[in-house]
Each structure stands twice: as C-alpha cells, then as structure tokens.
C-alpha cells in the first residue's frame, strides 16, 4: 500500500469529503472561534484568520509529506464546509490516529459518523492500515458515543483520556 498522489475524494448521501482549501479558511475558523467546539482541542478558541489558515497550511504539508490526511466535511446541498476529519500519526500499512471536528450547529444529526464510516473504510482498504486509533477526553460523552457507535473499542483510560481502537480484520466495524 502506497500513500496516495492525489487527495483522495469521498462521497456520501450528504456529504463530500474533499482536500481542505484556501476557501475553507473562514469555516475552520467559525469551527475553531467556538468555545463549544475548541474546547476539545484547544486552551483557548482562535482567535483570527490567521490562525485557521496555519490549520489549514499545516493539512496540506501533512499530505503532501504523506504523514497525514485531513478531508474538509462539506455539505452536498449547500456546498457548506462544516468541519473536518482524517487521519494524523499515519504510517501506512500499520496504524493511524484519527481525528475530527464538526460546526455545533451540525451536531447530533449523524453527520459525523456518516463521515468516519468511509474514511475508516479508506483506511483500511487504500491505506493497508491494521490498526485505527483514536481518543477523546473522558468528558467529551458525545465523541465517546460517536466512536463506539462506529465501531471502536475502548483499549485504556488514562489521564482524563479515553484511547480507542479498531482493527482491519473489520470485526467490529459496521457496515457502511
């Protein structure tokens, strides 16, 4: 398996996952400027565009380093970009760690599994991955449930971190 030449494009029933641009810069910053969101990931939310478009010139290295991949979640019927989601930690044909964020006000209406379910599929199809990894801090209930929803298992809890994993024999992956 072989990283891939070219961004990888995904399509679901709502959803286009596509390689982040330039022209995402203003979404990453709404997602990013959000208390509710960047409390996940962040000690404080940015707080400019400057910021947002180092996420984004930090995506694009990752790829073009074949070290990760970062899809920009876009609505199909509004063209809307509404978060992100991908893979950091990539070593191909071993393991990955995935990642992901998503507009507050898109929570809750399954765009988020809709989303992993085929990038986890990439994973392991194109990627040769036998190991998918995540984590989450123990507070975040709604990413807990999300990752269990698609098939992750919880492997430790440590530190006020849930680390979770899913493997490529596809045991517990549901079906896309």
């Known amino acids: 398996m072989n990283f891939p030449k070219k961004f990888p494009k995904i ?3 709502r959803l286009v996952l596509r ?4 022209e995402d810069t203003h979404a990453i910053y ?3 400027s959000d208390p509710e969101v960047a409390k ?3 000690e404080q939310p940015l707080t400019d565009l400057v910021q947002a478009k180092e996420f984004i010139t930090a995506f694009k290295n990752e790829f073009r380093e074949g070290e990760g991949l970062t899809w920009a979640i876009v609505l199909k ?7 992100t989601c991908g893979y950091g930690d990539l070593e191909i044909g071993e393991r990955g760690e995935i990642g992901f964020d998503l507009a507050q006000d898109q929570w809750g209406k399954g765009l988020m599994s809709e989303a992993l379910l085929p990038i ?4 392991f199809k194109e990627l040769g991955l036998k ?21 992750f298992q919880l492997e430790k809890i440590s530190e006020n971190n849930h680390y979770y994993f899913i493997t490529r024999s ?3 992956l549901p079906s896309t």
């Open 30 to 32: 709404r997602n990013f």
């Open 11 to 13: 399509e679901t029933e």
């Open 19 to 22: 390689e982040i641009a330039d």
């Open 170 to 172: 596809g045991e517990n």
């Open 40 to 42: 996940w990931f962040f």
């Open 120 to 123: 986890i599929d990439y994973g």
């Open 77 to 83: 019927q509004s063209d809307r970009c509404v978060g």
């Open 131 to 151: 190991k998918i990894e995540a984590h989450s801090y123990s507070t975040n209930v709604r990413a807990i449930r999300l990752l269990e929803k698609v098939g």
